[in-house]
């Protein structure tokens, strides 16, 4: 995919700490990204470390999307889903060992709410959506035979992946975009960058807050609170958040309405209303956590978020014909 970089440049006063810090200016990027729009925003000293900052970013971003990117035949996880079933310890990238360490952690902590072997459900889901054509019980059941992250093995010390069950398939699309702007984060603290904020499709994480801002970046979020358009802003700075729904992404058939959120237990899109909004330390946290709330639903989730610490939820829940909204203590928007 070709790259187009839209510059911004807005000046801003000497930074608080005195008048021996430089002078800091506002630069923004936009260009497309695993499927859907990637914006980062920083404050650098000059438009050269600007640049190089934003190429580096761009950069490692290719790189995640060839590893993680079930879409793409022949990046490394489709590779290594390949050798399911085979009893083969296959040696991965850093990074793909990381992120599925983190996916299987929270499908641990999650009780598989969230699980990143959901492939094959996830591939029967895409036909559906694209042909119109219910996947049936049978296929169902077939693809969740293969479904279950209890079926990864992962080993530190080689950095290798076991795959035990045949014609497994994974995918971490439910966490990938979080753990990206958090490797993005990373390169731009790496050119001494601290002041950023970068989405991707809406996971949204914060660095340090800009020098003109000291409450944080002004985000919107999806309020929930009236109309699914409604929107309000919140302050954030060195955390992330991420709201996850059924507003613009789901299928009707027969009469019914699934979400794009899918249950790994029952291989369908959820069948009600539910919009989680969470606030996280970082990206991937509140890119998953968003999926495993919507599945666990408002009530279930009141105790889940124990499992969980630093993270932030807001809940809101259409099931029946009744609607219920819920936020942890700490939530505030």
């Known amino acids: 995919m070709s790259l187009r970089f839209v510059i911004l440049f807005l000046l801003v006063g000497r930074a608080l700490t005195g008048s021996a810090q430089p002078l800091l200016h506002r630069y923004s990027f936009h260009r497309g990204l ?7 925003t ?6 050269l470390t600007a640049i190089r900052a934003n190429a580096a970013v761009s ?15 022949g990046s490394e996880i489709n590779r290594l889903s390949a050798t399911s079933g ?4 296959v040696r991965v990238s850093p990074e793909l060992f990381d992120v599925l360490r983190k996916s299987i952690s929270i499908a641990r902590l999650s009780k598989g709410r969230f699980d990143p072997t959901i492939g094959p459900l996830s591939l029967l889901w895409r036909r559906a959506v694209r042909r119109k054509e219910f996947p049936s019980p049978r296929e169902r059941r077939t ?32 966490i990938g975009q979080g753990f990206a702007i958090d490797e993005a984060l990373i390169v731009l603290r790496g050119f001494g960058i601290r002041s950023a904020l970068i989405d991707i499709g809406g996971d949204v994480l914060a660095g340090d807050a800009p020098p003109d801002q000291p409450d944080g970046w002004r985000v919107e979020v999806s309020s929930g609170k ?27 058939y027969e009469g019914r309405r699934y979400s794009h959120v899918m249950n790994p237990r029952s291989g369908l899109g959820l069948r009600h ?4 909004t969470v606030l996280a330390p970082d990206g991937y946290r509140a890119d998953a956590l968003t999926k495993v709330f919507s599945v666990a639903g408002w009530r279930k989730s009141r105790r889940l978020i124990e499992r969980f610490p630093g993270v932030q939820l807001y809940i809101l829940e259409n099931k029946n014909g009744r609607l219920r909204r819920w936020q942890s203590a700490e939530f505030r928007l």
């Open 34 to 40: 695993m499927g859907t729009q990637f914006n980062v």
């Open 42 to 47: 920083f404050y650098a000293p000059d438009s």
């Open 59 to 73: 950069a490692r971003m290719d790189s995640l999307n060839q590893i993680m990117s079930d879409y793409l035949d």
């Open 86 to 89: 085979s009893g083969q310890w």
């Open 143 to 174: 693809a969740r035979q293969s479904v279950g992250y209890r079926f990864v093995e992962l080993d530190s010390v080689t950095r290798s992946v076991r795959l035990r069950q045949a014609r497994m398939r994974l995918d971490v699309g439910g």
């Open 226 to 252: 009236a109309g699914d358009t409604d929107t309000l802003t919140v302050n954030l700075k060195n955390a992330a958040i991420t709201t996850s729904g059924d507003t613009y992404r789901y299928l009707e």
């Open 273 to 276: 209303f539910v919009r989680a």
